[in-house]
């Protein structure tokens, strides 16, 4: 098992910055991918980006040049900077793992991101 929290979402005015943070804990070993999924009101969650142990990235094409993913593979975290944010990046952000050995992936409790003047 996998446990996942996530911290540093809140409100930005549009055109801002914000920081996202997760940590695992747990299984940490067998981590291959993390990243982060976001949820609009009514809409189906989607990836906005996730980077592999190896160091491969995924951007949503909504986010590249905007959002840039890192991560810290011996403490098993992974980060998010978001910049120049527009209102429709609002949505509840969830930290994503996969496992290397299983395939079994493991979701945050997430954190709101809400851009708004």
């Known amino acids: 098992q996998v446990q996942l929290v996530e911290s540093g979402g809140g409100l930005v005015q549009p055109g801002g910055s914000l920081s996202l943070f997760c940590a695992a804990s747990?299984?940490?070993?067998?981590?291959?991918?993390m990243g982060w999924y976001r949820q609009a009101p009514g809409q189906q969650r989607e990836l906005v980006a996730t980077m592999t142990t190896a160091g491969n990235t995924n951007y949503a094409d909504s986010v590249k040049a905007r959002f840039t993913i890192s991560r810290d593979n011996r403490k098993k975290q992974v980060y998010l900077q978001m910049n120049s944010l527009k209102p429709e990046d609002t949505a509840i952000y969830y930290c994503?793992?996969?496992?290397?050995?299983?395939?079994?992936?493991?979701w945050g409790q997430g954190t709101q991101v809400t851009v708004s003047s």
């Open positions: 994503y793992v996969k496992m290397i050995t299983d395939l079994n992936e493991y």
């Open positions: 747990g299984r940490i070993f067998d981590i291959n991918t």
